[in-house]
C-alpha cells in the first residue's frame, strides 16, 4: 500500500499534549512506593529531554525538575514539576486516496467524492494538522512519605494544565518490608480526574481513571532480586480523541456519532468505559566479573477494547571508571489493535464505536538507547554528591514490526529520537 | 478470575526464595546504585511519558523497591 502524507489547512493540534496529559499524572503516580528510610539530606534534580519525530514533524521539549526534603528523622517531601513544549503535526484523518484525489486543492482536502466505492485496503492518504501548531504544558506533583520502621506511607498529589486539558489526581501507596527485610509488599490506588476541552470544538468533557497496584520484591541471592507487578485500570467517562476523525462509507447517517465537516467524515467515537489490566516481572542481576548490573523486564497488557500488549526491555549498567557509567538498552513492544480501530471504514459497525487513531492500530516498536552518567563526590562544604547523565534513545514503530500478523496500513509507520540530559544534587 | 494463578505464582516464587537468606551485611552488591530497580526517577517518568503517548497500553511499572532492606 503506497502512503501518501498531506498537509491540511491549519488545525489547532493538541492530539500529544491532550491525550497524554492523563498517562503522564498516571505513570508519575505510580512511579515508586520504596519501603526503607528517608534521605538525610535535601536533593534536587534537573532534566531537559528534546523529543523529535519523523522529519522534524513533531518535536517536544521537556523541563522537568524535583526537589526532596527530610522532615526530621522519618519523614519527606517531595515537589516535582514539568513544563514541555509541544509543536508540529498530527495525523487527524486517513482517506481512501481515489476518493480524496480529487478534490485536493493547494489549501488541502476540501471534500470527498462520494461517487466511488471504496473497498478495503486501497491506498491511504493521511491528513495532518498543520505544522504551526505551538502548545505548552504545566504541571507539578506534591508528594509525602512516611517512614515507620518497616512500613512506608506515601500520599501524592498531581496538578496538569494546559489550554484544552486539566488534569487532577491523587494517589495513595504503601509499602511493607518483610521477611527480615528480603521482602518488599507494596499497594497503590489513585484516582484521575480530567476535564478536556477541545479547542477546535464546542463541547466540555470529563474522564476518571481509577488504578489499584500491587507489588511484590524479592531477594533471591547476594546478586539478584525479581520484582512483579499488577496493575488493573478503570477508565470511565469521555475516553475518545476529540481531535480524530474517522471515514466511514456510508448512504444514510451513523447512529450517535457527530460530523466533522465533510460526507462520511465523523469524529472519533470509543466507549466510555475501559477496563486495564497489566503483569509485569522484572529482574536484576549482578554479573561480578564486570562490576555490571543486567536489568530484564517484560509486561503483558490486556484492555477491554481487545487490545493485548507484550513489552520486553533489557538494560546492561556498566561502569567504565571509578565515576562514569554506561548504559546501554534495548526494547521491543508490540500490541494488538482494538476492536473498533480501522485504517477507514468501508462499512458502518454493529456497534457505534469507530476509530482511526493510529495508537489503537496494531505495531511493533523496536528501540535502542544509550547514556553516559559520572558523577563527583564531596564537591564543596555544602554539596556532598553532583551527578551528570546525557542519553539518546531511538525507535522505529512500524506495523510490520508487530508479533504475529496484522493487516493494519503501514501509514502509522514513523521513526522517534529522544535525547536527555540531567544534573542531580545532593546537598 | 485470571489473576489468582498470578499471585499463586508469585507467593511460591517468593516462599522457594525466602529459603537462601541473604543477611542484611550481605547486601553490599545489592544496595549499589544500578542495582535499583528504578534508578532516575525523571527519566523514568518522561520515557513513561513518551511510549504511553504513543502506545495504547499503561501499567506494569515497578512499584516495590529494591527490597534489599540496606537501609
Known amino acids: 500500500m503506497q502512503v501518501v502524507v498531506v498537509a491540511v489547512v491549519a488545525e489547532k493540534n493538541n492530539i500529544l499534549a491532550s491525550l497524554t496529559a492523563a498517562a503522564l499524572a498516571l505513570p508519575s503516580m505510580v512511579s515508586k512506593v520504596n519501603a526503607g528510610t528517608p534521605i538525610s539530606q535535601p536533593t534536587t534534580n534537573f532534566q531537559y529531554s528534546h523529543y523529535t519525530e519523523g522529519d522534524e514533524r513533531i518535536n517536544v521539549d521537556i523541563y522537568q525538575g524535583n526537589v526532596v526534603v527530610p522532615i526530621e528523622q522519618n519523614a519527606e517531601f517531595s515537589l516535582d514539576w514539568v513544563v514541555d513544549t509541544f509543536s508540529g503535526a498530527t495525523p487527524v484523518l486517513n482517506l481512501p486516496v481515489a476518493i480524496a484525489s480529487s478534490t485536493t486543492g493547494a489549501s488541502g482536502i476540501d471534500t470527498i467524492d462520494n461517487s466511488q466505492i471504496v473497498l478495503d485496503n486501497q491506498e491511504v492518504i493521511q491528513v495532518m494538522t498543520g505544522a504551526s501548531t505551538f502548545e505548552r504544558r ?34 495513595l501507596g504503601l509499602a511493607w518490608d518483610f521477611n527480615q527485610k528480603l521482602t518488599t509488599l507494596s499497594l ?39 520484582n512483579f507487578s499488577a496493575d488493573y485500570m478503570y477508565d470511565t467517562g469521555y475516553l475518545s480523541n476529540p481531535y480524530k476523525k474517522v471515514f466511514i462509507q456510508t448512504a444514510t447517517p451513523v447512529q450517535n456519532l457527530i460530523n466533522a465537516g465533510m460526507p462520511n467524515v465523523f469524529y472519533d ?34 484492555d477491554s477494547w481487545n487490545i493485548d500488549s507484550h513489552t520486553f526491555e533489557a538494560v546492561w549498567h556498566q561502569p ?24 477507514y471504514f468501508t462499512q458502518t459497525r454493529s456497534e457505534p464505536y469507530y476509530s482511526s487513531d493510529h495508537r489503537l492500530s496494531a505495531f511493533g ?15 564543596n562544604a555544602w ?27 503501514a501509514i502509522t509507520d514513523f521513526n522517534y529520537l529522544l535525547i536527555t540530559t540531567a544534573i542531580k544534587i545532593e546537598f | 478470575m485470571r489473576l489468582y494463578p498470578i499471585i499463586i505464582l508469585m507467593l511460591s516464587i517468593v516462599n522457594i526464595a525466602c529459603t537462601p ?31 504511553s503517548s504513543k502506545e495504547a497500553s499503561a501499567g506494569g511499572r515497578n512499584a516495590g523497591g529494591g527490597g534489599c532492606g540496606c537501609g
Open chain 1, 365 to 379: 516498536v523496536l528501540s535502542g538507547g544509550l547514556k553516559l552518567t559520572t558523577e563527583t563526590t564531596n564537591v
Open chain 1, 138 to 171: 504545566y504541571g507539578v506533583d506534591l508528594g509525602f512519605s512516611y517512614f515507620l520502621d518497616d512500613l512506608t506511607l506515601k500520599f501524592v498529589t498531581a496538578y496538569s494544565k494546559e489550554p484544552d486539558y486539566l488534569s487532577k489526581a491523587y494517589k
Open chain 1, 269 to 302: 467515537q470509543r466507549p466510555e468505559v475501559r477496563h486495564q489490566g497489566a503483569i509485569a516481572i522484572a529482574y536484576v542481576h549482578y554479573i561480578a566479573p564486570l562490576d555490571a548490573a543486567l536489568h530484564v523486564d517484560y509486561r503483558y497488557f490486556r
Open chain 1, 383 to 409: 554539596t556532598n554528591k553532583i551527578k551528570f547523565e546525557v542519553g539518546l534513545e531511538y525507535a522505529q514503530q512500524a506495523s510490520k514490526l508487530t508479533l504475529g500478523k496484522t493487516s493494519d496500513s
Open chain 2, 21 to 51: 537468606k541473604v543477611a542484611a551485611w550481605e547486601r553490599g552488591i545489592l544496595a549499589k546504585p544500578h542495582m535499583l530497580l528504578q534508578s532516575n526517577s525523571l527519566e523514568n517518568s518522561v520515557r513513561q511519558h513518551m511510549h
Open chain 1, 188 to 226: 497503590g490506588f489513585g484516582q484521575v480526574f480530567d476535564q478536556i476541552r477541545p479547542s477546535t470544538r464546542m463541547i466540555q468533557e470529563n474522564k476518571i481513571s481509577h488504578q489499584v497496584k500491587f507489588g511484590l520484591s524479592q531477594i533471591l541471592s547476594k546478586q539478584s532480586l525479581i
Open chain 1, 320 to 343: 567504565i571508571s571509578e565515576n562514569w557509567m554506561l548504559i546501554p538498552r534495548l526494547r521491543y513492544y508490540s500490541q494488538s489493535s482494538a476492536q473498533f480501530y480501522k485504517t
